[in-house]
Structures are given as C-alpha cells and as structure tokens.
C-alpha cells in the first residue's frame, strides 16, 4: 500500500475520495482519522463575504466559537476564537505548515491569520478540535489546531478581480494574476486593497496585501514557496463596561476627531484640571489604533526518494513592525497638555525550518518530526508628545518619543520534535502511538527602564503522548478514540499572560514556581461517509492543569505590572455533533451543535483573598452552541441561510457578570452570469448579516477577565456591529 494513501496523520487524504454530490456540502468530517477533524473546502472560503475572517468561517465548525466587534471579523483587538474552552492563545495555527504563533493581539511569536494572507487565496483548511497532529509547528496548543492551505497558482494563465461594496464605506479589491505553467513552475500573484469606516463615530480600516506563491511539480517531488506582506491600519473602538452600556448605548465610542472633547474630558473627569478623578474618565478617550506592517515567507519541498519512503522540509523567516497607541490621560505632554500618545511596540524577527519523515515497513506507518526556531521579539512601552499644534496621527507610527516605560529583548529558541507509529492491527483496525517533545527557551534582557524582569524562563516538557484507535464499521462508518497531553510554553513578552509582565521582585518570587499550561484531551468519536451526506457525534473530556492567570491592576490604559500565578486546573466535557447533507440536486443544509461543561476546580487566592472560583463556569465559553445553514442552487443562482446561535457567556471568574445568550441569522444571494464578453465566471453577490440587526455583546474580555463585577463597571466588552450589506462582483479573463 503506497505510504501516501495511508498516512492518518495527512488531513486530505479523503477529499480525493469524496462524492461529486457532496462538492457543495460546507462541512467535511475527515475520515481515518485518530481524532476528531473537520475541514472546510475552497468552495466555503470562494463564497464567504470577501474580507470575512478565515477564522468567523471556521467558527460553523462543531466546537469552535468566534466573537468580533466588526462584521467582517477582522478588527483584531477584538477577535476571539476558541475550541472546547480554550481561548485563542492556548491553540496552535499554521499556513502551509509555516507556525503562526498563538496568533493574540500582542502576538510574540507570529502573526493573525488575517494578516498572513488574504482571505481570498485560501484553498481549504482543517480544524482539530482536541488536539493537532504531532508535527504541528506549535508550542501553545493545549486545545486543538487549525491548519491552513494557501491557493496553488492555476495552471493555466488568467487574470482575477473581485470587488466589494459594503455598509460604511467598504471597499475591498483583489486582483489575481497566475502565469499558467511554464519550464520554471507556476506563478501566483494578487494585490488586496481594503478600505472600510468603522460601524460608529469615525475612523477608517485600511489594509494592504501582497501574496506571491510559486510551485514546480516532479514525477517524485513538490517545491513550493510563497512571500506574502500585510499592512493593516486599524482604529479602535472603545471597550465598554454594562454599566457604560446603559448609561450611554452600543453607539458611543471614542472622540476622534475631536480633540477639544478629549482635552475637556481630560481636564473636568481625569484629575488634571485640579478636579477630582470620576470614572465616567474611562469612558472615552480621543483615539486608539493598531498598526501592523508583516512580511512572511516560506519554502516547502516534498521528496519521495522511494515508494515507502517520504520527505517533507520547510524553512520560513517572518518580519514584524507594529504598534498599540492609545491617546492616554494618564500621563501629559511636556509641553503641559493633559494627553499623551501611549503606545506598545512590537519588532518580530523570526526564523525556523521544520522537518519531517514517513516510511513504511509491514504493517506500520511510521512518521517522525523536528522543528526549530530562533526568534527575536522586541517589546518595548514609550510615550510622545500631543499637542493641538503638533497632533500625531493614529495611522502611522510616531517616532521621537519623549518618555520609556520599558523595552525588552526576548531571545526565544524553540525545539520540538516528535515520534509516531500508525499500526494496521487488522484491515479495519488502525492503532496510533506517538509523543512529541519540546524544550522553550527565552532570555530577556532590558534595553530601558527599571524595576522589571531580566532573565531565563525555560519551558520544557520532554514526553507529551498521544494515543488512537480507529475501527472501520463498514464503508461509510468508523468509530475512533483518543488522547493526547499537550502543554503550552511560557509567552514570551513584557505585557499578558507572561511571567515577564511584572515587577523585578515579582519575577524572582514567581521564576522558580510556576508551572507552564498542561492538558490531557480524551475523545470518543463516530464519523459517517455517505453518498450524499457526511456526520460526526464526538464526546470529548478535557482536563486543564496549572492554569495560568495575570490580574491586572487599575484600568487597562494605566499599563500597571501584573502578578502572574498558577491557580489549579479546570475540567470540561461535552458533545459535538456536525451534518452536512445533499438534499436534493438544488437543496443543501448542513448543522453543527456543541454542548459544553467547562468548570474551574479550585478557588483563587488574591493577596490574602480567597475568590470563590470553584465550580465556577469557565469565562467567554458558551455551554450551548448551534450553527446551522440552508443551501439553494438552481442553474447560475444561489442562495444561503444561515443561524449562528450561542447561550449566555460569563466574564467574571465568580460568575456574577455575564451577557445573554444571543442568535444571529445572515443571508446571501448570488447569480453566476458566466461569460460576458471577455469576462469568465461573472458572478454578483448581495450578503446581509446580522440580518434581524440584533444589538448585543460581540467580545468579552478586550481588557482580560475580573474575579467579579456585580456594579457591572469591568470596562472589558464590546459591542457587535449592527446589520450590514454586502455587495461583490468577480470575473476573470
């Protein structure tokens, strides 16, 4: 049996096998699998709203849950994606093998996946729910992974333009351009221009993309390489408390453009007009923004020297410039003006190769892995001058700064590597055995400031096991079971769940204590192929140890150091249930249904006091999850319904805060005109989301979490956008 039809571990074995009635079917329930995999095609990606987050696409997969202020999902100060109670930064995420960190806001180690490619040159991507293959290049997946796949070039030369027009202003062009195949390989090449006002008061989202990807195929090997380059100008919007949202609606927001607000505000509720400090200061300040300028590239070679013999290498570098400014009240200007502009600064310099293995011999699968990486991060916390003459502008990055809090250099060398064996007990029986291990090293040293932490912080977890088994039932039916370990490395950066984000004396009375993130995942699955239809049914159990929690003091614009601790384990459970199904040769459907029991398993000790933490339900993790959609096609029309439901989320570690469950309903409708004069596959596209313009909460946690908030004054949520039209028109020649 040749090694590549066999490979469990490969997550798109089965879409070569899959029923033409199934090409338009939206989710894929991956077969042969030891655990639980689902996918997306390159059909869902080609017909979301262009713009629309990968990850808001991914989120109508079972398990996964995804909350953004913005209707697109790209506005990443507020972006939040989970699996099974675990948020965005405790999972693992890559583009064509190349790891993109843990993918926060502040991201150390990599970069947004919104950022790392354009939404439109996606061919398909795969999501784990529990936890990812061996090899995945990550040291942050506790609970699970999502891998994606960039578009190869087509092999016949055609130009591609999709425009989009939208609610606030939305403009979005891509233009594609594929030479077709020639002696050298294939060439891949689009321009991204987006351009969108924010949903409330003013200021404009920007960003700018390059992607480039070649590829040369051989009888016996696969090169190919890709340099893609973002620059996202973001401004915020303001993070509210429930009481803010009472006293004030979902449609307040920051002053921009009006300074003279900003200065009054400044001077009548912040304290620096001689009058005392009131809170409705936090309210709003003039403006806050996000700037982020990346470049990432990366080489892949296949090689099969034998029939039963594999070799897959990979090498990538990734560059970084960015930066968080927020208009603070805080701190003046030196010339008296009571405003300064804060920013956090980023410089990423990364570079790394991972490698991997697959032979086989008799009845084994054998696959084994290593990756390595050297990154520079540089952190760093200033201020600049604000004036009414000299007023600095929220989309470029400032430059001569006339204060520095801090700036750290993080040197971080990471080695994984893994070993598995995919053993065919029986025709229908398949037992996978396999661990991986990873050693984390970070040294950091301070540039400027004082009173903060230098030194080594070693994350190292030598024998994480996983273990499957799968049972082929019949040709459409497989049971499978698992478990994995997993661990997460310390982060590596003066502000978040670090051990860096403290005080000098903080960090040597925490060093030698804390223990990085663990979790055990169990699974226990049944998966079905039909001709026309494709389902799953997991059940899952999930325990977290050495949860890690950084309190914050003050509001978050004050930037105070924060205490870092381990504080006992959480345990989860649940069910996921997912179908895809042909109706009929028009009608499609499909429905995926989470149910989840996350709990913390111990109190919390703050100072010298205990918070009631125990039993508590996990924050921003919904126990009741439905996705659901309806599909129609008749000749060149379309048209999709689709429900995205989710219950009620907490947002305080004593559960005495939390925002209702809610249900949004989103519709589109489409006619492909096919050729129109020179024009090939003409196709107009009307989208509405948030169809019955609910008003509700979108983001819990912008600031972090709180160990309670009955007064409802945790300024730490944010608002979803209101109903929004979309409206695209794509061809190519």
């Known amino acids: ?391 600095p502008d929220p989309y470029q990055f400032p430059r001569n700064a006339f204060r520095t809090d801090w700036d750290f250099d993080f040197d971080t060398d990471t080695l994984q590597y893994s070993l598995a064996d995919t053993w065919s007990l029986a025709p229908n029986w398949s037992l996978g055995l396999g661990f991986k291990g990873m050693r984390v090293v970070t040294d950091a040293a301070l540039a400027t400031g004082s009173d903060r932490p230098v030194g080594r912080v070693v994350s190292d977890r030598p024998f994480l096991p996983q273990a499957g088994l799968v049972h082929t039932l019949s040709p459409t039916d497989e049971l499978f079971v698992s478990f994995a370990r997993n661990a997460r490395a310390f982060q590596a950066a003066a502000a978040g769940t670090t051990p860096f984000a403290t005080t000098a004396a903080g960090f040597q009375a925490i060093k030698d204590r804390l223990h990085p993130e663990s979790s055990d995942n169990w699974e226990l699955g049944w998966r079905r192929h039909g001709q026309r239809h494709q389902a799953s049914l997991v059940l899952y159990r999930v325990h977290f140890r050495d949860r890690l929690l950084s309190v914050q003091a003050g509001s978050a614009i004050q930037g105070n150091p924060s205490v870092l601790s381990n504080v006992g384990d959480v345990r989860g459970s649940g069910l996921e249930a997912a179908l895809s199904a042909r109706l009929s040769g028009q009608w499609s459907a499909y429905a995926s249904l989470s149910l989840a029991r996350a709990r913390y398993l111990d109190d919390v000790i703050s100072g010298s006091t205990r918070v009631p933490t125990q039993g508590k339900r996990v924050v921003d993790s919904p126990e009741r999850m439905l996705k659901a959609g309806l599909g129609y096609q008749q000749g060149p029309v379309s048209l999709n319904l689709g429900l995205d439901a989710i219950s009620r989320r907490y947002y305080s570690y004593t559960n005495d805060a939390s925002v209702p469950g809610q249900a949004l309903w989103h519709a589109q409708a489409a006619y492909r005109f096919g050729t129109v004069g020179a024009l090939q596959g003409v196709r107009l596209s009307l989208a509405v989301q948030n169809l019955g313009n609910r008003r509700g909460i979108a983001t819990l946690g912008s600031n972090g979490f709180v160990n309670n908030d009955a007064l409802g004054q945790a300024q730490t949520l944010l608002p979803g956008a209101p109903r929004q039209l979309s409206l695209g028109l794509e061809g190519s020649f």
């Open 1 to 391: 049996m040749r090694l590549r039809a066999l490979l469990l571990v490969l997550p798109t074995l089965v879409q070569a096998q899959e029923s033409a009635e199934l090409d338009r079917v939206t989710i894929t329930v991956v077969r042969g699998q030891l655990r639980s995999v689902h996918g997306l095609e390159r059909s869902e990606f080609a017909q979301a709203i262009p713009g629309t987050s990968p990850l808001a696409s991914m989120a109508r997969l079972p398990g996964a849950y995804f909350q953004a202020a913005d209707s697109l999902g790209n506005y990443e100060w507020s972006a939040r994606f989970a699996l099974r109670g675990f948020s965005q930064s405790q999972l693992g995420f890559t583009l064509d093998d190349v790891p993109l960190g843990d993918m926060s806001y502040g991201n150390h180690n990599g970069l947004h996946i919104s950022r790392a490619i354009a939404s439109e040159n996606l061919a398909r991507a795969s999501l784990s729910q529990g936890t990812g293959a061996l090899d995945t290049a990550s040291t942050s997946n506790l609970g699970g992974t999502v891998q994606f796949y960039s578009l190869d070039p087509a092999p016949e030369a055609r130009v591609q333009a999709r425009l989009s027009l939208g609610s606030d202003q939305r403009q979005r062009l891509h233009l594609r351009a594929d030479t077709g195949q020639f002696a050298w390989g294939a060439l891949g090449l689009s321009l991204t221009e987006h351009r969108e006002d924010k949903w409330k008061a003013q200021g404009r989202q920007r960003q700018r993309q390059w992607n480039l990807k070649w590829l040369k195929e051989g009888p016996q090997w696969r090169a190919s390489a890709f340099l893609n380059s973002s620059d996202r100008r973001e401004m915020d919007y303001q993070d509210f408390s429930l009481d803010m949202l009472r006293r004030l609606g979902p449609d307040w927001d920051n002053s921009y453009p009006n300074l003279d607000a900003a200065l009054r505000a400044s001077r009548e509720l912040c304290g620096n007009g001689g009058k005392p400090y009131v809170t409705q200061c936090d309210d709003a300040y003039f403006a806050g923004s996000g700037l982020r300028k990346d470049k990432l590239g990366g080489i892949n070679l296949e090689w099969r020297p034998a029939p039963n013999w594999l070799l897959r290498q990979v090498a990538y570098g990734h560059r970084n410039e960015g930066a968080g400014l927020w208009f603070t009240p805080y701190t003046p200007s030196p010339d008296g003006t009571p405003l300064a502009l804060r920013t956090t600064e980023y410089r990423i310099a990364r570079r790394g190769w991972l490698g991997s293995l697959d032979w086989e011999a008799a009845a084994h699968q054998w696959r084994a892995s290593l990756w390595l990486e050297r990154n520079h991060f540089d952190h760093a916390r200033r201020f600049y001058a604000v004036s009414p003459a000299a007023l």
